[in-house]
């Protein structure tokens, strides 16, 4: 007969569900900082669907995604449950965890009451049709993060899990450190092998960002089972042995160069001069460190804004650059030459399915993946962890907690395959990057209109245009519109064809790109077509200035021709859109 509740770390006896289990929940009434958004507390053990397991909770992984899920942005993972027709008005996080399985659906085949198992995060419902025809689950409109985007998590004695999470537990790992990698390590191995003709293989080069964080550092094993070699990127050079140790056959330090960030414009001769002269000396680093001349195949992405175009352009001809994150930024800029010239390819790659997970795995059965635990808690600690990253106070590497296990350093029954080598970080390692935001974001597709949030107080692009256009031909000389635009005091001066037609803008900004590497003799000559902006972003008098100021942020332009009729009858610009908003 079961107790109606065990205490933490006395464990029921093998198959005994207990009705009620202790738990960390988030709720509403509570978001905020880690410290005060979790609580323990006592609520029912969820019962299981056919194709579910309950698994008796060893030790939990800490991720990013729990901080957010307790902040309650950008999403509040409880109200959006609620709203799909689940009860529970809490949430418990925690989508790592290593545990013992105590009950299984009727359904289950592929584990049974007393597996020591480790999870992965990907749910997704057998009954999508998708999913059923054979597609990848990682495409099924039903995937879902378990214990961040589905409740019932490993922050408690009992997590609920589809049958298909679960995966054999490395008999040579402890609770804390098989809590530690799935997640990552799973995410990483769907990055370099589930990308058809550019899976890493034998013989590659890989440039793996962020080579001593949670991903890189499970990366740089991948990489290396594969047979390829690696280049890790780091911030510092305290961070290369760990690396090396790892497996890498080199580092750079991200700090050594300081092109980094969005790619200058292709008209600014001057600006791209100097990122192609970091950038080079970026790839001349890279040959540096491998000893031969060869660009990476294979380049491992994830902070996304500052580094996508350094990335695109080391790549190899044919060569991929696989991104799960924009931890610095989501806006990526691609000089398409590359792109198209060279065949390169940008993939996006999330998490990864349930066949990848299960090969990743494999390697860690084999002793060839070190879960890179860099700190492990007490499950009176969870808070604590959270709230350390989310104060970027925390180490790099994996960190975990402990569930039902009443020490660290329990559970391993077996000696490694293969002998392991725990590379450590240096001491006092800290973060000091930006805080990514959850892996899973919430994205509005074609038919989900999103509420606009902009208030507006009905102003019209009319009540604060200027009215009249004063235009240049496309011949004109870069001279005669800088004369216009003198004589005239304004920024820009449309440029219009013999029907009268509004073919593009000059700006001031383009004139001063169109003087960069050039002389003024040159920039003179220049005809207006040759410099202009093409195109003609337009909006009609009638339009709201909230919507014209996204227009004109959208297209990152400072100012739209107005229309009438079609016919264009001035300009609104952004100063005029500071003058109304701020006041001169
Ligand atoms: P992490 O442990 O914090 O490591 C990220 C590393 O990126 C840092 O250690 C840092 O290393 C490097 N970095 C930070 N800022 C950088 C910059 N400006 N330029 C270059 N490198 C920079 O995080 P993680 O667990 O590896 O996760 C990384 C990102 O992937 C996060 O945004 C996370 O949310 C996301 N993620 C996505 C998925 C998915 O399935 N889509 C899964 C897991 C994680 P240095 O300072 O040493 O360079």
């Excluded at 006395?10 to 929940?25: N, R, T």
């Excluded at 039903?142 to 961040?148: A, E, N």
């Excluded at 996006?348 to 990848?356: K, P, V």
């Excluded at 180490?395 to 402990?402: A, E, R, T, Y």
Aim: a neutral charge; charged letters at 20%.
């Amino acid at each position: 007969m079961a107790k109606e509740l065990y205490n933490l770390g006395e464990m029921p006896p093998l198959g005994v569900i207990p009705p009620k289990m202790h738990a960390w929940l988030i709720r509403p009434e509570r978001f905020g900082k880690p410290m005060e958004a979790f609580q323990k507390e006592v609520v029912d053990t969820p019962p299981i669907a056919d194709d579910e397991v309950l698994v008796y909770v060893m030790a939990a992984g800490i991720n990013y995604n729990n901080v957010w899920a307790g902040l309650g942005i950008p999403v509040n993972v409880i109200g959006a449950r609620n709203k799909a027709g689940e009860k529970e008005e809490f949430h418990i996080g925690g989508s790592d965890a290593s545990g013992i399985v105590y009950k299984v659906g009727k359904d289950v085949t592929n584990v049974k009451v007393g597996d020591e198992v480790v999870m992965h995060c990907g749910q997704y419902s057998r009954h999508c049709e998708w999913v059923k025809s054979g597609g990848d689950p990682m495409y099924s409109p039903t995937f879902r993060i378990w214990g961040y985007e589905t409740n019932w998590g490993s922050f408690a004695q009992f997590t609920k899990v589809q049958a298909q999470q679960c995966m054999p537990k490395p008999k040579h790992m402890n609770w804390e450190e098989a809590a530690a990698y799935t997640l990552v390590a799973a995410t990483a191995w769907r990055m370099l092998h589930g990308w058809g003709a550019n899976a890493v293989k034998k013989g590659d080069v890989a440039l793996i960002w962020g080579g001593a964080g949670g991903l890189g550092s499970m990366a740089i094993q991948i990489a290396k089972a594969a047979g390829a070699t690696s280049v890790a990127m780091v911030s510092g050079e305290d961070k290369f042995d760990y690396c090396m140790k790892l497996g890498a056959k080199g580092c750079i330090n991200r700090n050594e160069f300081d092109h980094w960030g969005m790619l200058p414009h292709w008209k600014d001769n001057v600006g791209y001069a100097k990122w192609m002269k970091g950038v080079r000396a970026f790839g001349a680093k890279i040959w540096e460190v491998l000893g031969e001349k060869r660009a990476p195949n294979i380049v491992f992405e994830h902070p996304g804004e500052t580094t996508i175009p350094t990335s695109i352009f080391v790549c190899d001809t044919g060569g991929i650059v696989v991104v799960c994150a924009g931890t610095t930024g989501y806006n990526a800029t691609v000089d398409l030459r590359y792109l198209w010239m060279r065949q390169k390819r940008l993939q996006g790659s999330h998490f990864a399915n349930t066949e990848q997970s299960n090969q990743m795995n494999e390697l860690a059965l084999r002793g060839l993946l070190d879960p890179c635990l860099s700190r492990a808690f007490t499950y009176d600690d969870i808070p604590v962890a959270h709230q350390l990253m989310h104060d970027n106070k925390h180490p790099h590497g994996n960190m975990s907690v402990l569930v039902g296990a009443t020490g660290f350093g329990q559970g391993a029954s077996g000696k490694p395959p293969v002998a392991i080598v725990h590379p450590t970080l240096p001491k006092d390692d800290m973060h000091t990057t930006p805080h990514p935001y959850p892996m899973s974001t919430p994205l509005p597709g074609i038919g989900e209109a999103e509420a606009l949030t902009i208030t507006d107080d009905g102003t019209k692009v009319r009540d604060l245009m200027h009215r009249g256009i004063i235009s240049c031909t496309p011949t004109d000389t870069v001279g005669t519109v800088a004369k216009i635009m003198v004589n005239k005091e304004i920024h820009a001066v449309v440029v219009m064809d013999e029907r009268g037609k509004a073919i593009g803008v000059v700006s001031q900004t383009d004139m001063v790109l169109a003087r960069q590497g050039r002389t003024p003799d040159e920039a003179r000559s220049m005809r207006a077509q040759d410099v202009m902006t093409p195109g003609c972003a337009t909006c009609d008098a009638d339009m709201l200035l909230s919507e014209a100021v996204s227009l004109m942020t959208g297209r990152r332009m400072h100012r739209l021709v107005v229309t009438e009729k079609e016919q264009p009858v001035g300009v609104i610009s952004m100063t005029d859109v500071v003058r109304k908003i701020i006041g001169e």
